[in-house]
Structure formats: structure tokens, C-alpha cells
């Protein structure tokens, strides 16, 4: 079982997809069909939420984020972890069972194929997990180490030579965009982050001078949560759930070494536990508030500046952004809520929101 004061964590994720024209003969590409953008044209995306409810469920998403009716399959009923892999392959972790179950993405319609050997056993605690693109790997979180598992062109996956890799006490995992780099939240002594590198065939190495601490003074109260990276792979963000503080870092990028990025940590509401990057701005879900924390990100510093407004009253178990970052979404009590992002990083509502959903834990966006 996790540690006792991570299963709070279980709230809703989402996973947004895909790239397809289904029946339009037109070209497609990431922004839509022939350069438009209207529901017509534009290619299939899919929000995808698992949670507690033994269901994975997929929304088919409008051109103004707002979200369709949805369909699910049977999935598992406690998870810390959901990832795609190059939007083929949907793989969500299931910790009581230690395994990892996997589906493949029908780019068209959203559905979900069962892959053939799923769940995937893997013999390790499977909380997080974060996918590498380029060598076709999925990372798996774990006490005292970290899985990686080669995926083949059916998404069955296959021990990499050397897993696991060790590691320290984490259950959450993020990957920089150019795939170079693994940073993994770190709950032992010196509390703070895991930093690997990672070679042609996805093997970890661990970073000289990891772990990197999140403040000065750990205790095991400081609780590091959800990691995340800003989408320049430039910044790291740690949410210290004990101390209601997010932790910064700027990216060494010739070695993946972490400074501290300066005034960092920087204060949050009370248990900050999930925080999602949409271009500039970075959110953070705060459990025993109920509110929403916002901040700009200084593009060549990585400081924290709070948004006008934060924090919002918006309780949220789970965070998610479209590519492009011009959408929040957020798994809450009653569902799923939906947010356009203005130019400021301030959160409008979108018609329709809040929707149906049972409690999820976990999201990510596929494109």
C-alpha cells in the first residue's frame, strides 16, 4: 500500500486526444484539417479519467474545450498514475495489484482495445507513470526504484535491461519534453527530487548530486507530491503537500542537474497535491482549502508570481491542459470541470461545465 498520507491524492485525471479525420477525406494535422479549426475539420480529441470507480472514461472534446458524451471501459478501481504513449497506447497504474493496465487508442473514435497481456505485472508498487516518446518506454514509480518497460508495436511491455533502476522513496514521476531527463518526487531525506538521465534505450542514470532538496530543513511532513515540468523543459515544480509551499528549479540541460530557482519554495493554499503547466502559467490544486492556486512563470527565471484572483474557489482532486494550453480541466466533486485560460492566466467556465463524471484520480492530455 502507499504511504498512508498519499491515498488523499485520489482524485480525477484526464487525458485528451487525438490526431485522425475519421471519415472526412480532408489532410489533417495537429491544429485541425486544412488549416481550420471548426469541429468539421479539426482532428478527434478524447479527454480520458480514471479514478476509483473501476471505470476508465473517455470525452470526446470540442473545438471550445467543452466535453461530449462519454464512453468507458472496465479499468482498475485505485490508481495514481495515467499516460499515453505517441497517442497509440493509454496505460493507467494500478497499485493495489501492482500492475499496470493498457489499451490501444482508436485515433478515430476514441475507444479503448484491451491490449493482449493486460494488466502488465511488473512486480513493483506502480504508483505514477511518464512515458518517453522517443525510445517507446514507459516509467513506472515505485518505493526504492523506478520500473521501465519497453513498449512493442502492440504496447506489450517488456522489462528493459537494468529495471528497476533505484531510486528513492517516490510516487509521482515527470519527464522534460525533449525526453533527456526523469524527475521523480522524492519522500526520504533530503526531500526533494530524483533526477535521471536517460540514453537511446531509455535506461536511468542517475544525475550527480541527486537527490536535490526542496527546502533546507526536511522533515517527513513536507510530503512531496506531484511533479511537474514547464513545456520549454526548462523549469521544475514540486508541490510539498506538509508545508502548503511549491518548489522550484531551474534544469541544468548539459546534465540534468537542478538549482533552486530563486525564492523558491513559494507559499500555496493548505496541502497543495496536483499542479498542472499550461504555457506560462502554472496551477496547483490545494486539498484542504478547496481552492485553486495560480501563478505566472518567468520565462528566463522560473519564479512563481501569484495570478490576479488567486487563489480560485475551485476544489479540484485532479488537473489537466489541452496542448496548447488554452484549457484547464478539473476533476472535482461533481464531475469535470472545464476552464478557458486567458491571456492574464484568469479561469472563465465553459458552457456545460461542470460534467458528469465518478471520481477520478488522474489526468493527461493525448495529441
Keep these: 500500500m502507499p504511504p498512508r498520507h498519499h491515498l488523499h491524492i485520489l482524485g480525477a485525471i484526464a487525458l485528451l486526444a487525438m490526431a485522425g479525420c475519421g471519415t472526412s477525406p480532408k489532410v489533417c494535422n495537429l491544429t485541425g484539417c486544412c488549416g481550420s479549426t471548426t469541429d468539421a475539420c479539426r482532428a478527434p480529441q478524447y479527454l480520458y479519467a480514471a479514478g476509483i470507480t473501476g471505470q476508465v472514461t473517455a470525452f470526446p472534446v470540442a473545438s471550445s474545450g467543452a466535453l461530449g458524451t462519454p464512453i468507458s471501459v472496465a479499468g482498475p478501481t485505485h490508481t495514481l498514475g495515467i499516460t499515453a504513449l505517441n497517442n497509440q497506447f493509454l496505460y493507467v497504474s494500478d497499485f493495489q495489484s501492482q500492475a499496470v493496465d493498457g489499451w490501444s487508442i482508436n485515433q478515430g473514435t476514441g475507444d479503448l482495445t484491451s491490449l493482449t497481456g493486460s494488466p502488465f505485472d511488473l ?91 526542496a527546502i533546507p530543513n526536511f522533515v517527513e511532513d513536507t510530503r512531496p507530491n506531484t511533479i511537474v515540468v514547464d513545456p520549454t523543459g526548462s523549469f521544475v515544480y514540486l508541490a510539498l503537500g506538509g508545508t502548503g509551499q511549491i518548489a522550484a528549479f531551474s534544469i541544468v540541460t548539459s546534465s540534468g542537474a537542478l538549482n533552486p530557482v530563486p525564492g523558491s519554495p513559494f507559499a500555496s493554499g493548505n496541502t497543495p497535491l496536483t499542479m498542472v503547466v499550461a504555457n506560462n502559467f502554472l496551477y496547483a490544486s490545494n486539498a484542504l482549502d478547496g481552492t485553486l492556486s495560480g501563478y505566472s512563470i518567468a520565462p528566463t527565471t522560473g519564479i512563481l508570481t501569484p495570478l490576479s484572483g488567486s487563489p480560485f474557489q475551485i476544489r479540484a482532486a485532479a488537473l489537466a491542459t489541452d496542448p496548447g494550453g488554452a484549457i484547464l480541466y478539473a476533476s472535482g466533486a461533481t464531475g469535470i470541470m472545464a476552464f478557458t485560460i486567458d491571456a492574464s492566466g484568469g479561469l472563465t467556465p465553459i458552457t456545460g461545465s461542470p460534467y458528469p463524471s465518478g471520481p477520478a484520480t488522474v489526468l493527461t492530455f493525448v495529441q
Design 123 to 213: 512486480g513493483l508498487f506502480s504508483a505514477g507513470l511518464a512515458t518517453n516518446r522517443t525510445a517507446n518506454v514507459l516509467y513506472a514509480a515505485d518505493a526504492a526504484k523506478i520500473g521501465a518497460f519497453k513498449a512493442d508495436a502492440t504496447g506489450a511491455l517488456t522489462a528493459l535491461p537494468g529495471s528497476p533502476f533505484p531510486a528513492g522513496t517516490n510516487l509521482f514521476l515527470a519527464m522534460d519534453p525533449q525526453n533527456r531527463f526523469l524527475f521523480a518526487s522524492e519522500l526520504d531525506t533530503p526531500g526533494g527530487i530524483d533526477a535521471f538521465t536517460i540514453d537511446s534505450t531509455g535506461a536511468l542514470t542517475t544525475v550527480a548530486g541527486s537527490p536535490f532538496p
